[in-house]
């Protein structure tokens, strides 16, 4: 790999990294929230294409690593006062690690699409669970709590700005994506791609797979859970909606689009997405306006932008950034 | 009294398990057919369900038929699958799995959106073709309810009839077992998928404007039909008719049973349980003879 | 006369594999034409790439002077080009009767034609008619290729694409297939025939090409050869 593209990489990298600390600083209020709940979503795009682009398995379950981030944040911040930030993460994290461990046990041994309905069913599973179960989790309305301060508890700390809740989620989601990149590139990272390529000669040249794929899966829930606690503290509630299928479908939505194994491109795919969202919802109510065509002012975002999604698979199945996937992987 | 439960209410649980059962067995049969043909997981199978059941409200509002408002819906949903699988679906052909499951997740959001656009989020309403009930035990029945699960059997009975003795249904078999010599044989094999998908949307819109009636019609009614769908088709055995028609039946029954105890949406949780069951003891599929 | 099949300059790949470097021949209308030579050598693909299974990525092949190249299968057969694979490939879990329904049940074939045609391979192969309602795959391999002939016989063709058609077969049987290739020939049809068995070859066709590596190199009048000569072992010797 030359070192002039490792250059190119990481000038590339940097200079990306330093605009999104900057933009909250010249950003409007909503625009700055936006940006940051791409990031998140980015971040539960990214850990899916460990599995999706680099594994080869399509999972359809990280609507519940994602939830269970959540719950588990929602858990630390409700028990434990005053609302502990560290504590809230490592919740957060087991939960969505435990979970992704059950979900690793049974799915892993299933290939294709029983992998990808297997992880729907258990998604709605914990739908399920979390929808009924409403003295624990609040059941339909969710779970409100307070926002923790950031810093360590006892030494320092100070309320969370838009900004400084920013950054602090930028910080996350780049270190996930250098650790998640060196994964990619580790000597395990290629046992992962050759079980994409050829599942059955990796198992034949002797590495026993399904502990690979469940390890896979494991690390793609703790960062998915990851995505998860970052949301609540965003939004400061946990609601069963997330833990519902579609999100997952979304997810996978933003794998696609974005370009799958290329780590960088489910967070491409995340913006575009949602800015096309964005887009279109303001679109419709002023067209009705504009043009005086009331019945178009509802018209659901998800049409459009389904369409576009439906287009996007059959002619740029690739996505986005899916021409600079070799580049992205190698430099 | 069997296990502290009153035989009257088990059995009435069964032939409410029973019909489900026939419903669902219609809803997964088409799914079962175009996967098992054509290979495709067709995720937006429960929004063609949905709006079979539209398309039945408002051909009943219109004409006060509803006989014609099942034809006419079973109709215009088989020619809207044809058309979806003309244009979204035949690109995608000899291409990863994945992206039939991506697009037609798409087509699944489009056609819901659609729906809650057009019609609006309050549930609307078919009303049954003749009202009227029996004494089961303790319960006024509704005879609805069994002529539901008649109709659905006789459609599946017709579809066996039709892949068995049919000049189509030979096409259509032939072109499951080897589709590239089945091309050779001249037998149109792009039409023979397209044909094959309509049926399924077919059999899916019947289904909804059958299940109307219990339960009010809305966008989001196909969500939690197409992850049972999924689940029959996979116990059943992928792509094995008669599979998934008992595996709807044995699901049904188990989450009518298991209703008694716990709450329907929790009954889900069956289901889900008898697939984890299957996929680790026998993952080709509870009612496959012999596994391959 | 224009003949019935033109293959010229046919190059086709499987994945990275080159596998025919430029394939040229002919078949007339109501020619057997044997295509002879060594295992891998791209007889099969030959047969495959004028049947449309597989897409050469370049050349041309035309078929009653109208060119073919790149029509998808179906199309071929209700031109009339027929095919009957190495591997024989009838539909086991479909019976006899439904095999052949597979090629009879066309447009524009009246009842009384249908039931002229069955007639017909049922006294080609009585076996056959034994079996009718049996599935397909519980006859022997000597009656699976008889069907196999006898489904493409259904679509009335007017070429038919025999591969290696007595692979595996009993040496009664193997004459039978020399008898129906002959009374295939007397009726008009055209064959074009792969084989690795030379006297059958030579004996059934009016023409032979040999191929090696990928390409047609030669070609014979059959009645000028004969199995022991030179140029059979340079094609197919070891």
Redesign the interface.
């Given at each position: 790999m030359s070192k002039r593209r490792a250059t190119y990489y990481w000038t590339g990298f940097v200079v990306i990294v330093a605009l999104l600390v900057l933009a909250p600083l010249v950003l409007p209020e909503f625009w700055r929230r936006f940006l940051t709940e791409i990031l998140i979503w980015g971040l539960l795009a990214m850990s899916s294409d460990l599995l999706i682009g680099y594994t080869g398995m399509v999972s359809f379950g990280h609507s519940a690593f994602f939830g269970l981030g959540m719950y588990g944040a929602a858990a630390a911040l409700l028990m434990v006062k005053p609302a502990n930030l560290w504590l809230a993460i490592l919740y957060g994290l087991a939960g969505s690690a435990a979970v992704a461990l059950f979900v690793a046990y049974f799915s892993t041994r299933l290939r294709d699409i029983y992998f990808a309905i297997t992880t729907l069913i258990f998604s709605q599973i914990f739908y399920v669970i979390i929808f009924t179960w409403t003295e624990v989790t609040g059941g339909e309305n969710g779970l409100s709590f307070p926002r923790p301060q950031l810093g360590i508890p006892g030494i320092y700390t100070t309320p969370f700005t838009s900004t400084t809740l920013h950054w602090f989620v930028l910080f996350f989601v780049v270190a996930s994506y250098l650790i998640l990149r060196r994964i990619t590139q580790s000597p395990f990272g290629m046992v992962l791609q050759s079980i994409r390529e050829n599942e059955a000669r990796t198992r034949a040249i002797g590495y026993p797979v399904e502990r690979y794929k469940m390890v896979a899966v494991m690390l793609s829930g703790v960062f998915a859970g990851l995505a998860g606690v970052l949301y609540a503290m965003q939004n400061r509630f946990a609601a069963p909606d997330f833990v519902y299928f579609l999100i997952s479908g979304e997810v996978v939505i933003f794998n696609v689009m974005g370009g799958i194994g290329t780590l960088l491109g489910p967070i491409v795919g995340a913006g575009f997405f949602l800015g096309l969202r964005e887009g279109f919802s303001r679109l419709f109510p002023w067209m009705a306006q504009t043009f005086d065509i009331p019945q178009i002012e509802q018209f659901p975002y998800l049409i459009p932008l389904g369409v576009i999604f439906i287009l996007m698979v059959i002619f740029l199945p690739q996505g986005l950034l899916g021409f600079a996937k070799r580049w992205l992987n190698t430099s | 009294m069997f296990a502290g439960i009153p035989w009257d209410i088990i059995m009435i649980q069964t032939v409410n398990g029973l019909v489900s059962g026939m419903i669902l067995a219609l809803v997964a049969s088409g799914l079962t057919l175009i996967f098992g043909i054509m290979d495709v997981v067709n995720f937006a199978h429960g929004e063609l369900f949905m709006l079979g059941a539209y398309m039945g409200v408002i051909v009943l509002t219109a004409t006060g038929s509803f006989w014609l408002a099942l034809v006419l819906a079973i109709l215009i949903v088989a020619l809207l699958g044809a058309v979806m699988q003309v244009v979204t679906l035949r690109p995608l052909l000899g291409r990863d799995p994945l992206n039939t499951i991506l697009a037609t997740f798409g087509i699944s959001l489009v056609l819901q959106n659609y729906a809650l656009w057009q019609f609006g989020p309050v549930a609307r309403k078919i009303q049954e073709p003749f009202t009227g009930q029996f004494t089961l035990f303790y319960l006024q029945y509704p005879w609805y309810r069994i002529v539901i699960a008649l109709l659905s059997a006789g459609i599946i009975g017709g579809l066996y009839l039709f892949m068995k003795y049919g000049r189509y249904g030979i096409w259509i078999r032939a072109t499951t077992q080897d589709r590239v010599m089945a091309q050779a044989m001249g037998i149109p094999v792009p039409w023979v998928h397209t044909g094959v998908f309509a049926i399924g949307a077919g059999m899916a819109a019947a289904s909804g404007v059958l299940f109307g009636p219990l339960v009010g019609v809305n966008h989001a009614m196909g969500l939690d039909w197409v992850l049972k769908a999924f689940i029959v088709v996979v116990v059943g055995g992928m792509g094995n008719l008669g599979g998934s028609i008992l595996a709807a039946i044995f699901i049904s029954l188990l989450e009518a049973y298991a209703s008694i105890w716990v709450s329907p949406s929790q009954a889900i949780i069956v289901s889900s349980v008898v697939l984890i069951l299957t996929l680790l003891f026998r993952p080709t599929g509870l009612f496959v003879p012999t596994p391959k | 006369m224009q003949p019935l099949v033109t293959v010229e300059g046919i190059h086709t790949f499987y994945g990275k594999s080159h596998i025919l470097h430029g394939v040229s021949l002919q078949v007339g209308a109501g020619e057997v034409v044997g295509l002879l030579g060594r295992n891998g050598v791209g007889k099969s693909t030959t047969l495959k790439t004028i049947?449309?299974?597989v897409n050469p990525s370049q050349g041309t092949i035309m078929f009653e002077g109208k060119p073919i190249t790149g029509l998808?299968?179906?199309k071929?057969?209700?031109l009339g080009i027929g095919?009957v694979?190495e591997d024989r490939?009838i539909?086991?879990?479909?019976t006899v009767m439904?095999n052949l329904?597979?090629?009879l049940?066309?447009t524009g074939v009246t009842e009384e034609k249908k039931k002229q045609l069955l007639d017909k391979a049922f006294a080609f192969f009585p076996r056959l008619a034994e079996r009718r309602t049996q599935a397909g795959g519980t006859l022997s391999g000597g009656e699976q290729q008889m069907l196999a002939i006898a489904?493409?016989m259904m679509?009335e063709p007017k070429i038919i694409l025999l591969d290696e058609p007595t692979e595996g077969l009993m040496p009664r049987m193997v004459s039978q297939i020399r008898e129906i290739i002959d009374v295939l020939h007397k009726e008009g049809v055209a064959i074009l025939l792969v084989e690795q068995n030379v006297p059958l070859t030579l004996e059934s066709s009016q023409r032979v090409y040999f191929m090696e590596k990928g390409a047609v190199r030669h070609q014979a009048a059959a009645s000028t050869l004969t199995v022991n000569d030179p140029v059979i072992h340079q094609y197919l010797g070891v």
């Open positions: - | - | 049947m449309g299974l998808p299968s179906h071929l057969a209700r095919y694979p490939r539909f086991k879990l479909l439904e329904r597979t090629g049940d066309r489904r493409v679509l």
